[in-house]
């Protein structure tokens, strides 16, 4: 059955653009020392130096190869993006299903948690933490994804709740099974395509979160960061190198977001058959 959506997203036009752009993500972000020749903090030697056969988008105000600035940010988004969407949903599926099954006071206290979560603006949040804790890498992951959880456990705990009334839930605790089993083996493996759509909306506000984050200058000074690359380009637009240092960074930023919303949009339609009607009525 979950064969079945992955296949009907690769067969969706829109998802299969989706999944190449993020596949050329991934290949740039992997293949970094092959595609450039210089490390991303090397002095080359050249200063706003324009396109060339030997730096393909020029270098900046302190001689370092954009393009290879470029790849190796994608490495920073592509590594918070895909922590920050397991992390994330790892927290909604566990709060989520037990507050489902346990219900209750444990319950209530959840759901009220992700209220106030669900309100409180996580970008100023983030920015507060950031000015008292060390930037990281980690801690980034950490704390976007303490604030992109309360959503999805309320998705899982409304889909375990009308899960855990079905037949063979039924007939197990009838027989004695527990609830770690009943989750792991009957819950858990019906909520693949859902879990999976919720990694890839993580994701998706975990990449524009830590590039607009960078782009404020709160992130790890030594982090190579999209959000930074263009923050240092702007004060630098009234000369002609914003053409190939601004542009192209932003470029890549809205491929990257682009992939995972096309993505999402697709597996949404194969999730919810009122959708996969109209998407075939408009085709």
Known sequence: ???????????????????????????????????????????????????????????NDVGQDIWTRILYGARTSLVVGCGVAVTSTLLSLFIGCTCALFGGLYDRFWMRLVDICIVIPSFIVAILAAAYLKPNIILLVLLLSAFLWPGGARVVRSQVLARKEIVAVTAS??????????????????????????????????????????????????????????????????????????????????????????????LETALNPRLRKEVNQDA
């Open 173 to 266: 605790r009838t027989f004695g099974a527990g609830w770690g089993h009943i989750m792991l083996r009957h819950i858990v493996p019906d909520l693949g395509p859902i879990l999976v759509a919720l990694m890839i909306q993580d994701a998706r506000r975990a990449v524009f979160m830590e590039a607009g984050l960078s782009f404020l200058g709160i992130a790890d000074p030594a982090m190579i960061s999209w959000g930074k690359i263009m923050q240092q380009a702007l004060a630098f637009t009234y000369l002609e190198a914003w053409k190939w240092w601004l542009v192209p960074t932003g470029f890549a930023l809205s491929l990257t977001l682009m992939g995972l919303t096309f993505t999402g949009f697709a």
């Open 1 to 59: 059955m979950h064969i079945n959506y992955l296949r009907e997203v690769g067969q969706n036009n829109i998802g299969r653009a989706g999944l190449l752009l993020l596949l050329l993500m991934l290949l740039l972000a992997l293949l970094a020392p092959v595609l450039s020749p210089y490390q991303p903090a090397e002095y080359t030697g050249n200063i706003f130096s324009p396109p060339s056969t030997q730096h393909l988008l020029g270098t």
